[in-house]
């Protein structure tokens, strides 16, 4: 395989181009953005140190003990070539970190068929949706070393009608993607001088999906702005009227300590440990001594679906987007709405059987942009089939059925069935805070915080948590692919 080049760039020049661009442009010196306006206003810098804010900074140490295996890794495949937070948090779990990486350097650098800035670009745009200035800032960084336009980063009014042309698709697929019809494949790929081929199509909704569901877990596990090694405490000060809102997304993670759930004492954990393990033992038994009907799963289905209407992540007023990240976003106030929603025109539910991954989705994105389908796949797999058959304390302990209610509770909120699954586990395996947890996460990241985090599975280790985190992105990215792929199968038919 060959990497990607960042000569090859539609509707502008790189190199020196981006280059010449960038001296027209203020460009901020923390996070390499192209501010619009000097503001006012003082950002104060993340108040735990370490890659987490809601994980403690030696307990991701002794987790991965930072391995020579992890350093590889990051020299092989990160690219940005350095060891980010992103990557020391997911590095917990070393064998899923490898599929991960590999995936989205093969979507980043390696040949497919969109120029590397537009690449970095659709990754801005797509964290945009979740207010994530961590991915943002990340990939302002990528898109100008890669010879992106500086005068892009103005905001979307700055760039190729061809890009700005993804706007729809990007929001529906962060928030509804089951509103997906083919008539918007239609739109992006008929003919003329903004067309998308359907494999440039493919490469950006890949993408896209990928980076609304790594904002999930960014917001999810709290990470940390990244530390300048150049300042004397590692982190840069950012001057109040040269104001960029580097890091602004994430500061909802940096909490008062009072906030915890240091009320819940040991004793009440410990039994709501062995309670839900008790829960897990009697739903294997009852599955051997019968199975429900059909009709009865129909029902639990349609029950657990109405009930997600009821797990509220908040009450939130209007939210506030800052400036710096509002310029790559159209339509701000577009957010998730409960598939099930009372009231509304019945939507039909996605029958996982009608249009799966393994038969339908992995082949035609495989078709289209060669190879990731392998990639994504292996991701999937990897996640879904993780184990260390271990619960907090507890050794030799089959999580099958936990990974199972976690990976298809996401997919229940996103109207997506699978006929042979019992949707009664989840109720059994999910207590309240966890679906709150879980929802927030999954559907508004950006709202995430310390308590959430904390007031579930509270005698469970910080790596089982991240597990968690890992499975809810993927089904997350999953979930959108399958209305998009399903969305690009019907306009092919």
């Not at 989205?104 to 945009?128: K, N, S, T, V």
């Not at 800032?137 to 700005?164: C, S």
Request: include cysteine; proline fraction near 3%.
């Amino acid at each position: 395989m060959k990497r990607g080049s960042a000569a090859a760039m539609a509707g502008g020049g790189a190199g020196g181009g981006a280059a010449a661009a960038a001296g027209q442009y203020r460009v901020c010196g923390n996070c390499r953005k192209v501010p619009r306006q000097e503001k006012r206003v003082q950002v104060s810098p993340p108040l735990t140190r370490g890659p987490s804010a809601f994980i403690p900074e030696n307990e991701v140490m002794q987790a991965n003990g930072l391995d020579e295996r992890t350093n590889l890794l990051v020299e092989e495949y990160s690219t940005s070539g350095r060891l980010d937070n992103i990557t020391q948090v997911m590095s917990i779990h070393t064998q899923y970190l490898e599929s991960f990486l590999r995936s989205q350097f093969y979507m980043l650098r390696m040949d497919g068929p969109l120029p590397l800035p537009y690449r970095h670009y659709i990754a801005i745009m797509a964290a945009a949706r979740h207010q994530c200035s961590y991915l943002i800032n990340m990939h302002v960084d990528e898109f100008l070393k890669t010879g992106g336009i500086a005068e892009w980063l103005n905001g979307l009014e700055y760039i190729p009608q061809r890009l700005k042309n993804l706007n729809e698709i990007n929001k529906l697929l962060a928030h509804r993607p089951w509103l997906i019809t083919k008539e918007h494949i239609q739109k992006l790929v008929k003919t003329g001088e903004n067309n998308w081929s359907l494999p440039e199509l493919v490469h950006a909704v890949v993408l896209l999906a990928h980076y609304h569901a790594l904002a999930s877990f960014v917001f999810g596990s709290g990470i940390n702005p990244e530390r300048d090694p150049d300042t004397s405490n590692g982190v840069r000060l950012i001057a109040v009227n040269n104001f960029c809102v580097c890091d602004l997304a994430n500061d909802n993670n940096i909490e008062n300590a009072s906030l915890t759930s240091s009320n819940f004492g040991i004793a009440d954990s410990l039994s709501e440990l062995e309670a839900l393990m008790e829960r897990m033992k009697r739903l294997q038994e009852d599955k051997e001594d019968e199975e429900a009907s059909q009709e009865e799963m129909d029902t639990r289905f349609e029950k657990e679906k109405k009930e997600s209407l009821l797990v509220i992540s908040g009450a939130f007023d209007d939210e506030i987007v800052s400036t710096d990240v509002s310029r790559y976003i159209e339509d701000p106030g577009f957010g998730y709405k409960d598939f099930a929603r009372r009231g509304e025109d019945h939507l039909p539910t996605f029958r996982a059987q009608d249009y799966t991954w393994e038969n339908h989705g992995f082949s035609l994105v495989n078709r289209l942009y060669s190879d990731i389908g392998h990639l994504l796949d292996e991701k999937f797999r990897m996640v879904y089939n993780l184990t260390y058959n271990t619960m907090a304390t507890h050794e030799d302990v089959d999580t099958t059925t936990l990974r199972r209610a976690l990976f298809n509770y996401v997919h229940c909120m996103y109207g997506i069935r699978y006929d042979d699954y019992d949707y009664g586990e989840v109720n059994q395996l999910l207590e309240r805070s966890l679906k709150v947890y879980i929802k927030t996460v999954t559907c508004y990241p950006e709202r995430t915080t310390k308590r959430m985090y904390d007031s579930y599975w509270r005698q469970f280790k910080h790596s089982e948590k991240v597990h968690v985190n890992l499975l809810l992105m993927e089904a997350r990215m999953q979930a959108e692919l399958l209305y998009a792929l399903r969305a690009i199968t019907r306009h092919l038919t």
